[in-house]
């Protein structure tokens, strides 16, 4: 029953992920058509995808390759290699000489593709490994970039890329910003049972029933 269980998640994750994939390749005139559309939604697409792959190998698998395996589990111990894959590859792809050899070579473009994609699969594992403050530096690098790209393509007088226009590159600056704003709200909700403070401090008293002051103190 768990090997059908697991085989039915890894279906859907293939099917889910592949579908975004396709959709990013079919649709790749028109998500590059405009800044806004390659920036904020083709890349993002592409993250998603491999973080939908993360987790298709069935735990009963043994890895094919045991010493590179016990190899990267040493080097990623706390997820800090995967981290750094991802926070390099999204800083490569938010710069505009990136961003425009990406629309006008196909080999940079498929290595956008490849690199985001294994960026996005990297992702997952590093999160169950790392610990909460490697995490909060990590988000704080992404957002910190993502901020700053944003306010440099609104700040721009020119175009930044030639592929695109100005308005164009100042909507997507504008949408830099919100996202640089929305995710580290996302990551506060979704990690909130973990930041919580412990069951000892309840309703908002500072005693706890295992502790000998407690007890002394409510005895006098």
């Not at 308005?167 to 504008?174: C, K, L, P, S, Y």
Request: proline residues 5%; contains cysteine.
């Amino acid at each position: 029953m768990k090997s059908l269980e697991i085989l039915r998640q890894n279906t859907t994750a293939v099917l889910v992920s592949g579908i975004l994939f396709f959709i990013a390749i079919m649709a790749r005139r028109m998500l590059e058509s405009t800044m806004f559309s390659h920036v904020l939604l083709q890349m993002p697409l592409l993250i998603l995808s491999g973080v939908l792959l993360a987790n298709l190998r069935p735990p009963a698998f043994p890895p094919r390759r045991p010493a590179l395996h016990r190899l990267w589990r040493k080097c990623d111990a706390h997820g800090l290699a995967s981290m750094l894959a991802l926070l390099f590859s999204c800083a490569y792809w938010m710069v505009p000489n990136a961003i425009e050899r990406a629309v006008i070579n196909p080999f940079d473009d498929f290595a956008k593709f490849l690199s985001l994609t294994l960026a996005g699969a990297l992702l997952p594992g590093a999160l169950r490994k790392s610990h909460i403050v490697v995490q909060i530096f990590f988000i704080g690098g992404i957002v910190w970039m993502m901020a700053m790209a944003g306010m440099m393509y609104q700040n721009a007088t020119q175009r930044l890329c030639n592929s695109y226009l100005l308005d164009d590159q100042v909507r997507t600056g504008i949408g830099l910003v919100a996202l640089a704003v929305i995710l580290p709200m996302w990551w506060c909700v979704s990690n909130s049972r973990a930041v919580a403070p412990k069951n000892g401090l309840r309703q908002g008293g500072i005693l706890d029933d295992n502790s000998g002051i407690g007890r002394a103190a409510c005895k006098e």
